[in-house]
C-alpha cells in the first residue's frame, strides 16, 4: 500500500470511528431498572409520593408513567414523562396506583418494572400537600386577572391561599381565606410572583402549602435596533448580513423574528428564534426589512421596515 494511501485509510478511521461511538448507544435490551421508593404495595395518608430508582448504565433518561388503579385496566393514566433525573416526585388524590420506570437510550430501551401503591384518606391534614391545577407552573402571562385553581383534599373545611413576590419565601402579597377551590384576583401588578394553597380543617389540622411561579409581563420589551443593510443601502446580488440589536426586557426572555416584503409589501420572509443577524440571498429587487422582538408573555415591539435595493 503507498505511503498516502496509509495515511489517508488512518485519518478515516480517525475521524470516522470516533463519530459512530457518539451516534450508536449501548443496547439496553436485557437491562433492569431498580426500584427504590416507594416499596412494593405501599400505602400511605401522605398524598405527595417521591418516585425514586437506581441508576441504569449507558440511560440517557428514564420513562415514568403512573395509571390508576392499574395499567391492565387504567381508569386514569396520570403521568408519561420523560425525565434524566432518577425521581420524581408527584401529588396524589386517594386511590389505588401503579407506577413504572424503563431506561431509555437514542438505541434502546429496557422493559417497564412496575410497582402498585395506595393512597388512603384521612381527616388529618398533615403531611398532606393540595393539588394545584392553574396556572401550570412557571406560566408567564400579560394578563392582570388571573384565576387561580385547585382540586379540594378530602376532608378540608377551608383553603389559605397566598400570593407572594418572587418565591414562596417571598413578601406577602395576598393572604385570603376561602372554602372555594378557586380564586380570582384583579388588576395585579408586574412581577415574579409564587401562589400557594394550604388546606385547613377543624379536626383541627392543616396541610403543607402547595407552590407555583407565576410571573406577570404586561410591558412591551424595548425595540431592537437595525444595523445593516442600512436605509436606502445597495447591496452587491449574492449572500448578504441582516444585523441588528434585539430588544430587551425587564422581566422575561426575548426572541427576535426577521421580517422581509417585496416592492409589492408581500411577506417574502418570516424567520422567528434568531439572536441578532441572519444570512440571506434576496435576487435582484426593492426589499424592506424588520426586526420584531417579543418577550415570554407575548409583548412586542418592531423596528423598522428599512428599505434596501439589490440590483
Not at 91 to 103: A, L
Request: hydrophobic share 35%; charged share 15%.
Amino acid at each position: 500500500m503507498k505511503t498516502h494511501e496509509r495515511c489517508l485509510l488512518m485519518v478515516i478511521a480517525f475521524v470516522v470511528f470516533p463519530a459512530c461511538t457518539e451516534v450508536f448507544e449501548e443496547d439496553l435490551e436485557g437491562a433492569g431498572v431498580v426500584l427504590l421508593t416507594p416499596p412494593p404495595d405501599h400505602t400511605t395518608t401522605a398524598n405527595q409520593i417521591q418516585f425514586r430508582w437506581e441508576t441504569v448504565p449507558h440511560a440517557s433518561n428514564y420513562r415514568i408513567q403512573v395509571a390508576s388503579p392499574s395499567f391492565v385496566n387504567p381508569a386514569s393514566f396520570l403521568t408519561d414523562s420523560a425525565s434524566a433525573n432518577t425521581s420524581w416526585t408527584q401529588t396524589f388524590s386517594p386511590g389505588t396506583y401503579e407506577w413504572r420506570v424503563r431506561g431509555e437510550n437514542s438505541n434502546s430501551h429496557t422493559e417497564y418494572f412496575t410497582r402498585a401503591f395506595t393512597i388512603e384518606s384521612t381527616e388529618d391534614l398533615t403531611g398532606q400537600v393540595p393539588l394545584l391545577v392553574s396556572p401550570a407552573d412557571n406560566t408567564v402571562t400579560s394578563n392582570t386577572s388571573v384565576t387561580f385553581e385547585w382540586d379540594t383534599l378530602p376532608f378540608t373545611d377551608d383553603n389559605r391561599f397566598q400570593l407572594r413576590e418572587d418565591d414562596q419565601l417571598g413578601t406577602v402579597v395576598q393572604d385570603l381565606i376561602t372554602p372555594d377551590n378557586t380564586i380570582t384576583l384583579s388588576a395585579l401588578t408586574e412581577g415574579h410572583f409564587a401562589w400557594g394553597v394550604q388546606a385547613t380543617n377543624t379536626v383541627p389540622s392543616s396541610s403543607a402549602f402547595a407552590f407555583r411561579s407565576i410571573t406577570i409581563d404586561t410591558t412591551a420589551p424595548t425595540a431592537p435596533v437595525q444595523v445593516t443593510p442600512a436605509s436606502g443601502a445597495t447591496l452587491t446580488d449574492g449572500t448578504f448580513i441582516f444585523l441588528w440589536q434585539g430588544g430587551q426586557d425587564a422581566l422575561t426572555n426575548t426572541s427576535d423574528s426577521l421580517l422581509v416584503k417585496d416592492a409589492f409589501s408581500q411577506l417574502i420572509r418570516s424567520i422567528g428564534g434568531l439572536d441578532g443577524s441572519h444570512a440571506d440571498s434576496l435576487g435582484t429587487g426593492t426589499y424592506t426589512w424588520s426586526v420584531k422582538t417579543v418577550d415570554a408573555a407575548g409583548n412586542a415591539s418592531t423596528a423598522g421596515p428599512i428599505a434596501f435595493t439589490v440590483p
